[in-house]
């Protein structure tokens, strides 16, 4: 089934994978291949839920959460709340190899950055500005936010851009809201297991609010003897329920990549008891994507909500697949 090396990310993950396949292919180790990856998409501003161009907190202020796990060595680099370093994912990996750490937060992930001579830049790009300033105006008719007219910004972007994950984000009146993410997992040839996640988190969130993207367990998890797997979407949920921690466990069970994505999600929503998180059916009303990748290979994704699809690269070829959803519309 393997056909070394496989590679499964999130929906926004093609440019990462193809770019990391390519590096594979030139004897770059899986982890730095899939780091080098993401960065493209952190570099890209049109992804307003990763790196550069990723949508502020509520002051305006861009925060970037990542995590990488190597699986053989079994440890972890992480980073949450960085501010003006475009580069999370990378950074994580710095934290990985170069600390005896397994996660740094906040000043002291910006300093570290700076440190390892990291550019240091404003990531609010004008288009993410836009978006915030949107959100800002939406907030209340009794403030002094004059709202733009619907669908337009001051500067002139358009606001529905499309940048929210098929439902991974909501908008509301124009104004996009996202917890869009990039995860990759990648099994190389010789069977070892490689991970990353990448996020601008929450959007307008609370400063210092970190996600489940750099958190081990929640955002990734990887047994080397068993699977990796990844999450994005709402990262209150799955840090509460140990998404990829779960995943993980249900493949060494014997479950199927997919069916232990499924088992996660399962358990996710059975304790989502607050009343204002359920839909109308007592379901989860938002979206949380697992995706799941066997030591055999085993590829497999699934998600809350229909609609959602994941990339695949195997033995050279890429693949959108769509998401197993936990409760199908029909
Ligand atoms: N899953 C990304 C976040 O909630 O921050």
Known sequence: MSQRPVLIASWNGAPATSHAASLIARSTPMLDAIVAGIALVEDDPEEMTVGYGGLPNEEGE????????????????????????????????????????????????????????YTEENLLTPKARDAWLAWKASLSERDAWIAPDEGKSRFGHALDAGHTESGDGAKHAGVPRTWGTIHVSGLDANGDLYAATSTSGLSYKLPGRAGDSPVVGSGLFIDNDVGSAGATGRGEA????????????????????????LAALRLLARRTREPRLLDAAGHPDFNVIVYALRKDGDVGAASIRDGYTCIVQRGGSTATEPTRALFPKN
């Open 238 to 261: 799955s840090l509460q329920n140990c998404v990829a921690y779960e995943t993980v466990r249900g493949m060494e069970t014997g479950l199927s990549a997919q069916d232990a994505a």
């Open 62 to 117: 861009v925060e970037l959460d990542a995590a990488v796990m190597d699986g053989p060595r079994h440890k972890a680099g992480a980073v949450a709340g960085l501010r003006r370093c475009r580069r999370a994912a990378a950074l994580a990996l710095e934290v990985l190899r170069r600390t005896d750490h397994a996660l740094l937060v906040g000043d002291g992930a910006s300093r570290f950055a700076r440190q390892l001579g």
